[in-house]
């Protein structure tokens, strides 16, 4: 029996090229940029098994160059790159990876957090640029993080855990969500809002919502003025959930306090954003499950998903309705 061709465009971790070896066919590329159009297209039409990152979109136009594709395998929590109708449509499964990433995500979130509260970054460029002459009492003055409320819109697995550092910080605990957290409110003592009043209440807004139309600029001009003066903004999840343009004017005219970002409208992020020239703003380059650890048990969990795919059992985190 011919065995089944997986195209994984870029590197992976080995333990998990290793597993998928053991049973298919790899057409591998040891690279981290990604793919000419060319050389991702060839490889696309030969495959059975595809293996990417959310950099790569999977729309109706690049489904007709792959003729023979059974499963996408995403290795990412988020799968707004997969038009999941169009793959459904076609009969071809598509699959991603929660849970893994869930912990590491969330303490990306939290450090984002206290970096902009803190304004760790600013700190740190001031003492390395050499403009550190004297001690002032009111050097980097920031904003304290515990006692402080905490609005967290998206109550979902990194939601929750995002909650649960948050109760460590001695923090106040409100969510959004489309349905309510019973647990998360028994055991964390968080209080669902509406997202008018939790905008209106909270210190920290940190966004965990995933993108799909619905969420789609959620955070924009009316909902930014609901937000107090000294509030912050974290995202972490979609740059596209917030509406950045209104969040550009809001910071600029100082209506909130500061942000601390990882995600961003068009990534990499263009060099012109006004907000990469904002010192009240922290960027980050999409970085939120980037530990060694976890990116392999990401690519683990993907590799599983695939083998599970192709040799007829049904993927753990299958997509398709
Ligand atoms: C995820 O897993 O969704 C991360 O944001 C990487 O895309």
């Known amino acids: 029996m011919t ?11 080995e333990s998990a090229l290793a597993l998928l070896g ?15 159009d060319a050389a991702f297209f060839a490889g696309l039409e ?4 595809l293996m990417i990152y959310s950099r790569h979109k999977i729309s109706a136009d690049v ?6 594709l059974r499963i996408v395998s995403n290795i990412a929590v988020g799968y707004d790159n997969l038009d999941l109708n169009e793959l459904t449509a076609r009969g071809i499964m598509a699959t991603n990876t929660p849970d893994v990433l869930t912990e590491t995500t969330a303490d990306l979130t939290f450090a984002l957090l206290m970096a902009a509260a803190r304004r760790i970054p600013e700190a740190d460029r001031y003492v390395k640029d050499g403009r550190w002459n004297e001690w002032l009492p009111s050097l980097m003055l920031g904003k ?11 109550m979902g697995r990194i939601g929750e855990a995002v ?12 969510y959004h969500n489309r349905t309510r957290k ?17 905008l209106r209440r909270s210190d920290y807004v940190v966004v965990m919502t995933p993108l799909t139309p619905e969420t789609t600029g959620l955070i924009g001009e009316r909902e930014l003025a609901f937000m107090k003066p000294d509030a912050i903004l974290i995202n972490t999840s979609r740059g596209r959930v917030v509406d950045e343009q209104a969040l550009i004017h809001a910071l600029s005219e100082r209506r909130i306090a500061g942000a601390g970002l990882d995600v961003y409208a068009v990534e990499p992020v263009s060099r012109d954003n006004p907000l990469l020239s904002m010192p009240n703003v922290v960027t980050l380059p999409h970085i939120g499950s980037a530990t060694r650890e976890t990116r392999e048990n990401m690519a683990l969990k993907a ?17 398709n309705p």
């Open 63 to 68: 489904l007709d160059r792959a003729p023979r």
């Open 144 to 154: 304290d993080v515990h006692g402080a409320v905490i609005g967290i819109v998206g």
């Open 163 to 174: 909650a649960r550092r948050a109760k460590g910080f001695g923090m106040r605990i409100l």
């Open 303 to 319: 590799a599983r998903n695939m083998l599970a795919g192709l040799f007829g059992e049904r993927p753990e985190n299958l997509l």
């Open 3 to 13: 065995k089944p061709r997986i195209f994984i465009p870029h590197r992976i971790a």
């Open 22 to 36: 053991e049973r298919c066919t790899l057409d591998y590329r040891d690279i981290e940029e990604k793919l000419d």
């Open 46 to 49: 030969q495959a059975d098994g």
């Open 182 to 198: 019973e647990e998360a409110e028994r055991s964390l003592g968080a209080e669902y809002a509406g997202l008018d009043d939790l």
